[in-house]
């Protein structure tokens, strides 16, 4: 065997070390092989740099004094002395070294790593990693060895784990093992203790978090709070991640008042039905001495493209159960749960419909509406009928109502509404005339004098079997005129929008037909330009009548953005009314009230609405309405709205005020206050604070809510969440959306 010859190079051998020459970088290295023999790289490295480089092609490879090893997808090693071992793939450092590739900086001593498996180990570490392409928030932190278990998975011994930056360490994990997959995206620790400020704040021999937020099997963060009628409130959740389409949480509440409460929720989603079921019970509450429960079950369906069908079951214990344990004001004021099953056809150009329908009153059975047992409808709507703008359309129902008190008439109603219209539109402006024939038929199971229908009333002479048939004819009509205006150096576009709407429907005595399901609507926009002024199809209204309307915008027409609207309306009768709802009082002035509304954006930020009705037989404002909004960005909203009714109308005063906004550099205060002048009261209030400075976020409210007209109840939230590992206390930030229009979280906040 020749004997070794030394030999120095300046540059990397030509076709060895190509990289080195097209990167230009000035290398020392010194190279000693066998003749005839050429260097290997290690295993997808494509530059070895070094003061000295010693190496046996196929054997192993020896560098020394400012070693660098790169990739430009894998990253590079940086150390003073590596050892490569070719037939193990394995690298071997003593000393110093620092592993650095996108999303990840690791700097320790001793590395020995398989380079492809990513299999190895390292001591005395101090690391940073941001997960490889993923929108992650870095963490890091330091231990005392640190194993990598193959791409993107690492485990810790002694180890310190934090998302804050070094320099400001306001919270850190400390545990004996962590375990970081972001191939799972999920980190363990064992013997784990969580400090925020230097103070001890959890322990937990076992911990599993996600690290991007998605779900994961395991205990939730802790949560906690305190009311008034509850007392004192922990809740420890445990969700389970059975499957990418279905999962569970086990719900434990503690009440300090009343009890330990047991809760479970279960969501499935397929791919042709999907829902979710709540119960919970809290055995013995001990200050309402009973047990009490809670199910909630909703389930979606669809059989075929054309049948679907839906499934909604609600039940309580008692009608106290929301006012004494919920703390949502949308489940405070729940007066009937339903319960209903429904399946729905859908063919063309025509659908139908079959569900049974009924409630659980919260109220007592006499407030409770009607039971649909059961109900079937059809709907029809053709186009150009007969290759002509003819449309005709249909509405059809057959329904069965029940109802659970034995005071209330009962029975079947069916009724068919054809109608056929000619839409005529143009450029500037529409012309719609309509034809229907409303036909409907009433068979009772009871036609008592003493029964009552739905609202209470006691008719003379009770309500009979009826057949009631009404010719409706409506003609409506708009124009679209506009005009170029400049309002000092701006361009406007000026545009007025009249439009007419003509109803004509005969006088048909009803008053022998009993009300399930109607009612009289409240006055508005929609209203005035319909054809019944009544909702369901109980009552149809008597009508020789003309609403007029017209609407002004001032548009810019540079930027196509609209900065003015106003819009006027009234209704104008040609005859009294002659039908009622049972009780109800007839209207015999000329004229509706005068309704309008205007909407100006003052401002790219600021939004300004308002709203009145003036009652021209009373001559007083019925009702009015002002609002605005104000949005200064992302943590800068403002939103108040003032409401009035006369005293003629119901008799309302009550201001609505919430917003969210920065007191300094990651400080905000959220709040809202809707008061109830005539009550003297505070309907719901919420005022609260939220302090981020980015790894972590505090957030703290206080909420009281009034149950029912006499009671209120007050929570107090306050939630820790250190970002990227857990929350803890209880999350206000549902609270905050539903009572803050525009809210953002802090973590959502950028800068502009």
Known sequence: ??????????????????????????????????????????????????DRIDGSSDHFLQAEGQVVIRDDQQGQ????????????????????????????????????????SRLGDMHSVTYWIAGKGKPLLPVQGVARTMFFEGPEKYRMETVTYSTCTPDRQDWVLRADELSIDYNTSLGKARQARVEYLGIPLLYSPW?????????????LSPTYGASNSRGLELILPWYWNIAPNRDATLVPRYLGRRGLQLGGEFRYLEKAYSGQVWVDILPSDSVAKRDRYQVDLSHQQRFSPRISGNLRFQKVSDTDYFT????????????????????????????????????????????APYERLPQVTLNTSQSDLYGSRTRFDMAAELVHFDHPASSFVTGQRAYAYPSLSLPLQTTYGFLTPKLGLHLSRYQLSSQSGALRDNIGNEPVGGYLNSTRSLPIFSLDAGVYLERDWRLGNTALLHTLEPRAYYVRIPHKDQTRIPVFDSGQQDISLTQLFSENQFSGVDRINDADQLTVGITNRFINADKGIERLQLTLAQRFYFRDQ??????????????????????????P??????????????????????????????????????????????????VDLSFQWPLQPQWYAVGRANYAFVENRLAEGLLGFEYNPGCWSLRGVVQQLAT???????????QLELRGLTQLGPNPLDVLKRNISGYVKSDDITSP
Not at 84 to 93: P, Q, V
Not at 207 to 219: H, P, W
Not at 334 to 348: C, F, I, K, M, W
Not at 606 to 619: C, E, I, P, T
């Open 605 to 654: 930020r600021l939004r300004l609405n308002a709203g009145l009705r003036y009652a021209s037989a009373d001559q007083v404002i019925a009702q009015a309405s002002f609002g605005g909004t104000y949005d200064g960005g992302p943590g800068k909203r403002i939103n108040a709205d003032y409401r009035y009714t006369d005293k003629l109308y119901g008799a309302l005063k009550s």
């Open 324 to 367: 004494d344990l919920s703390g949502q004001i949308n489940q405070t004021s729940t007066v009937n749960l339903p319960r209903e099953a429904s399946l729905a056809y859908q063919g063309d150009g025509w659908n139908g419909s079959l569900r049974v329908q009924s409630y659980q009153a919260l109220s007592g059975v006499n407030s």
């Open 708 to 718: 029912n007209t006499t009671t209120a109840t007050t929570a107090f939230f306050l």
């Open 578 to 603: 002659t039908v009622t709802l049972p009780g109800g009082t007839a209207r015999t002035t000329s004229s509706s009230d005068i309704l309008a509304t205007a909407s100006a954006p003052v401002n």
């Open 1 to 50: 065997m020749p004997p070794l010859r030394l030999l120095t190079l300046t540059l990397a051998l030509a076709s060895t070390f190509s990289e080195v020459w097209a990167a230009n970088e000035p290398v020392s290295l010194q190279l000693s092989l066998r003749t005839g023999e050429a260097l290997k790289l290690p295993r997808g490295y494509n530059m070895v740099q070094g």
């Open 207 to 219: 911990l599993r978090f996600s690290l991007d937020n998605q779900r994961k099997s395991g205990f």
């Open 77 to 116: 090693i940086e150390t003073d002395w590596l050892r490569y071992e070719d037939a193990a793939d394995l690298a071997t450092c003593r000393g110093p070294a620092t592993l650095t590739r996108p999303g990840e900086r690791i700097t320790g001593k001793d590395l020995s790593l398989r380079l492809s």
